[in-house]
Each structure stands twice: as structure tokens, then as C-alpha cells.
């Protein structure tokens, strides 16, 4: 992982935990299911969090006989656990709890409508200045010229996508907790408040979705982005030992690490083994996320 993407996730981390912990206050306070909804949303994010983490701590554990590429796809089966997380833990969650309320309006008392919509703001400071901006910023960052929907797609740096994700549905989630309490207590009818909770359990379910898609791609075994295998393709005909490449196959193992396979037409008459040492170079140089580079010539 990046140390750009892992000083998001602490960051994230802290922020996260600080809301978690008013929001539970002001839900116990007004009786908010949107507010709860946001709380626990708040909890499964931190939860979400310490998974990344674990997944980079074990991703960089060193090669052994057991795991010989290393274990590196540790990070995405942790990520893939975030979308179970926030699919579970924050989706079906708010979606039942914002149900109860709504075929159960009654039950709602609305005490501290003010203290909630601060806390609400609070929130959405932390969100937005501490997590959020840093976030986009990083993936602008590392988008350069590619589109954003382009970008996710061909991330394969997990942490940064489920960061920006949760960042974007926790801030959309703020606003729309803010119009469930807002719309409940100038009404007077807490279904708006139950709608509220059942309409951030959806967003959640729908970013649980989108990561799960991801993280199931890169499980599987997904290869490197068209711009990595163009960029490799470029570098082995380079070499002018090199007469054709028969085929090319290349796997994402982590964030930062590609198995790169390639049956290699050389000259005749020319030192194998050099060209072989040669296109390993060339290919390192132009993809330094190529790690493990294996060179078959064929006859």
C-alpha cells in the first residue's frame, strides 16, 4: 500500500471513531433512527478501518514456502470483508431500524432536535476537512488525466478507493440524517426520520456492492491495467534482441506488485540469458510495480 493511502486510513480512523461516539449520544438523546443509523454507520466505517490495516500488515509479510509470491492478495480479501461490513453491519441495519420507525412513527419522542443537527455539523466537518478532501486529493492525484469512473476501475489500490467510497457516503448520509430530523420535527411525523435511515442503508448497500465487484476482481486473479500491459508490451519490443512476444500474461498480486509471464522470440545467434536479464530491466524501469517478471524464450 502507498503510505499515501495508509495515512488516509488513519486518518479516517480517527475521524471515524470521534463521530461515532457523539452521533451515539445525540441518537440516545433525540431518539433519531437516522441519527442511529448514521452512529452505527460511523462504527462500521471505524470497524472498516482496522481491516485495511490488517490487510496491509499482512500484505507485506515475506515470501515463504507456503506463500511463495508472498501475500500480498491479503489486502484485497480485507477489503472485500469492508463491503461485507458496510453491507451488513451499516446497510441491512439502517434499513430495518429505519423501517421500525416508519410502521412505528409513534414511538419517536424528538427531544434534542438542536444538539443533533450540531452534532450532524460536527460530523460533517470531520467528514469533509479531515477525511474526505484528503482523500480526493490523493486520488486526483494518482488519477492524473484518466476519468474518475476510468480510475476506479482500474485502481488496484484498495485502500484508496473503499477511503474515498466511505468518505463520500458518510458525508451524502450527514445531509440526508440532517433533512430526515429536519423534515420530522416540522412535520411532526417521524416517518421522514425512519425514510431517512432507510435511505442511507441503501446508499450503503450500493457502495458495499460497487467494492465487493472490485475486491471480487482482484481475488480472482485480475489482470494489470491496459496502460501496465501496454507499458510492459512497449519496453520487451524495445530490446533489440527481441524478435516477436508470443503471449503475455500478468496478474495484479497487491497494490503494488504484478507477476509479469512472457514467451519471448529472440534473434538467432544472441546470448539468451543476457536478453533475458535485458528485458527484465526494461520491463522493471517503465513498470517498478512489475516484481516478479518470468521469461520464456521460445524456438
Given amino acids: ?22 452521533k451515539f449520544i445525540a441518537a440516545a438523546i433525540s431518539g433519531s433512527s437516522a441519527m442511529f443509523a448514521e452512529a452505527i454507520h460511523s462504527v462500521a466505517d471505524t470497524g472498516n478501518q482496522l481491516f485495511l490495516l490488517r ?23 480485507w477489503a472485500f470483508m469492508v463491503a461485507v461490513m458496510l453491507f451488513v453491519a451499516g446497510g441491512v441495519w439502517s434499513i430495518i431500524h429505519g423501517w421500525e420507525r416508519i410502521l412505528h412513527p409513534d414511538d419517536h419522542h424528538g427531544g434534542g432536535f438542536v444538539f443533533s443537527l450540531i452534532v450532524l455539523g460536527i460530523a460533517g466537518v470531520f467528514e469533509v476537512f479531515i477525511a474526505f478532501i484528503p482523500a480526493i486529493r490523493e486520488f486526483n492525484k494518482r488519477r492524473g488525466s484518466r476519468g ?17 467510497f466511505e468518505d463520500a457516503a458518510a458525508t451524502l448520509g450527514l445531509l440526508i440524517a440532517a433533512v430526515g430530523l429536519i423534515a420530522t420535527q416540522v412535520t411532526g411525523n417521524a416517518f421522514w426520520d425512519g425514510a431517512a435511515s432507510v435511505t442511507i442503508g441503501v446508499l450503503l448497500c450500493v457502495v458495499a456492492f460497487v467494492v465487493a465487484r472490485e475486491m471480487k476482481a ?13 507499458a510492459i508490451r512497449t519496453a520487451i519490443l524495445s530490446v533489440p ?13 497487491a497494490p503494488r506488485e504484478i507477476l509479469v509471464n512472457v514467451d519471448v522470440t529472440f534473434d538467432e545467434g544472441v546470448d539468451e540469458v543476457a536478453a533475458i ?17 518470468f521469461v520464456e524464450p521460445t524456438r
Avoid at 281 to 289: F, G, R, W
Wanted: overall charge neutral.
Fill in 1 to 22: 500500500m502507498a503510505s499515501g493511502s495508509r495515512r488516509l486510513i488513519y486518518l479516517a480512523l480517527v475521524a471515524n471513531g470521534l463521530i461515532a461516539v457523539t
Fill in 55 to 77: 490487510g496491509d500488515t499482512v500484505s507485506r509479510y515475506a515470501a515463504t514456502t507456503t506463500y511463495p509470491f508472498g501475500r500480498g492478495r491479503a489486502m484485497y480479501f
Fill in 148 to 164: 474518475v469512473w476510468q480510475s476506479i476501475r482500474e485502481s488496484k489500490d484498495p485502500a484508496l478507493i473503499i477511503v474515498v
Fill in 218 to 230: 482482484l481475488l480472482e486473479g485480475e489482470s494489470a491495467t491496459r496502460r501496465d500491459r501496454a
Fill in 241 to 253: 534482441a527481441v524478435a516477436n512476444i508470443e503471449r503475455l500474461l500478468t496478474m495484479q498480486l
Fill in 277 to 293: 536479464e535485458e528485458v527484465e530491466s526494461a520491463v522493471s524501469n517503465v513498470v517498478p510495480d512489475a516484481t516478479r517478471i
